[in-house]
């Protein structure tokens, strides 16, 4: 998929569910229910064993039909390994420049993290395709994303830490260009049903506060 391509595909989906297990076959789990719940962006963190084997299966299980990432990705050499292991965009929770610069090289989507103006404005600037404001939920959720929204309104930031069903109008309404969710959506422990259920809830939230 075309660079241009994962970047529509993660705005117009506007959920990106972040996986964390602690093995493989439970993160396998997740990803079928969060498919099953309509959405087909996922994000596989670093801190999942053997991630790039993950990675890899997932892309050849479902191809063009799951839009599949890496997340806690922290320096170059990871982006490298995650890319060759099928990986379409690359997440983290710093800024990392270099890590930038190689996926701009590869013609990667990078989603850097970022908290004060000053770093978001660096990602963006840096070359960043989206900015993840991580951790969102504890320096003032939907409201410290507006208050960053207002003088930075052409930069796409994707809130993560802390997201939930209860804040998630909010975050879209206060300028998210999509919601990076993990344990609110991703419970490893939930039945698969109850994923899926919560999958389809998000998906509906930010389907109806984009279209009032």
């Known amino acids: 998929m075309h660079k241009t391509d994962v970047i529509k595909q993660i705005r117009e989906i ?20 969060i498919r099953e719940g309509g959405i087909s962006v996922i994000e596989i963190t670093m801190t999942v064993p053997n991630a790039f084997s993950l990675i890899e299966l997932v892309t050849g299980r479902f ?10 990705v922290l320096d170059v050499e990871t982006a490298k390994s995650c890319i060759a292991s099928g990986a379409q965009f690359i997440v983290s929770p710093a800024l990392n420049f270099d890590t930038i610069a190689y996926c701009r090289e590869q013609n990667v989507t990078v989603m850097p993290g970022a908290l004060t103006p000053t770093e978001v404005v660096q990602a963006w600037n840096a070359g960043a395709d989206f900015v993840k404001v991580f951790p969102a939920g504890a320096v003032g959720g939907p409201g410290y994303l507006k208050a960053l929204k207002a003088p930075l309104p052409h930069i796409d930031l994707v809130p993560t830490g802390g997201v939930s069903l209860e804040n998630a109008a909010d975050f879209i309404r206060a300028g998210a260009a999509a919601l990076g969710v993990g344990a609110d959506l991703v419970d490893i422990k939930a039945e698969s049903s109850l994923i899926t259920e919560r999958a389809k809830q998000f998906v509906e939230i930010v389907r109806q506060t984009r279209g009032s």
């Open 14 to 33: 506007g959920v990106i569910p972040v996986v964390r297990a602690t093995t493989a076959e439970e993160a396998m789990r997740a990803i079928d229910a």
């Open 63 to 72: 191809g063009s039909d799951a839009l599949v990432g890496a997340g806690t």
